[in-house]
């Protein structure tokens, strides 16, 4: 973390610009991408399946795999672009109030996303597309473990579990990362050399002799 702290303000700048353009494109091409897969590959005409034709990107892939793909394009982008905009306008920088809320809605936004959104389109993608409803079985647990009985798991159940599992790590990352910000200034080993600082001029700073 101490290498975030001593980043010079013209790299921070760079990956900063780089990541949020790269996140701003690949969420634009992600939610194309899920739009265009989420459209029907074939209806039902007279009884009879027939392939659906749209008269521009019909090239593009459709489907349930696809339209996984999607999803998981814009989950990158979105984290890309929150990275980006935390580089650019809150790290290394002092902290104003006009900063402070430009950080804390960063924050809300990420915390919608990853504790709302998420979990949302998972479970919508999960009962819709894959069809994980309650009326299917996944699992049935072996009657000599439960004395007997039948006891049958539905995908619901599954797909709810790997919910409350994703809930759960993505808590333990926040708490992790909450702790290790606050130590973004130490940890440097005794060999390693601080990075380039510069003032905000743009000229190195060079510590003097007293």
């Not at 990362?177 to 190195?204: D, H, L, M, N, T």
Request: proline residues 5%; positive net charge.
């Amino acid at each position: 973390m101490y290498r975030l702290g001593e980043l010079s303000d013209k790299r921070r700048r760079a990956i900063g610009s780089a990541l949020l353009i790269l996140g701003v494109l690949g969420l634009a091409l992600g939610v194309v991408w899920i739009h265009w897969s989420s459209l029907p590959e074939t209806e039902l005409i007279d009884g009879v399946h027939v392939a659906v034709t749209v008269d521009y990107l019909n090239w593009f892939p459709r489907g349930t795999v696809w339209l996984g793909v999607g999803y998981l394009i814009v989950l990158g982008a979105t984290t890309f672009a929150l990275v980006g905009a935390t580089f650019l306008w809150v790290l290394n920088q002092r902290m104003t109030w006009a900063r402070a809320a430009v950080a804390a809605m960063i924050a809300w936004l990420a915390l919608l996303f990853i504790f709302g959104i998420v979990p949302s389109e998972w479970l919508t993608f999960a009962q819709t597309r894959l069809d994980w409803s309650s009326q299917r079985v996944a699992l049935v647990i072996p009657p000599v473990l439960v004395l007997g009985n039948t006891i049958e798991l539905s995908y619901a159940m599954l797909s709810d579990s790997i919910s409350m599992g994703y809930h759960i790590v993505m808590l333990g990352l926040g708490a992790v990362f909450g702790v290790q910000i606050q130590k973004i200034k130490e940890g440097r080993p005794p060999g390693a050399q601080p990075s380039e600082r510069q003032s905000p001029y743009g000229r190195p700073l060079v510590k003097g002799d007293a």
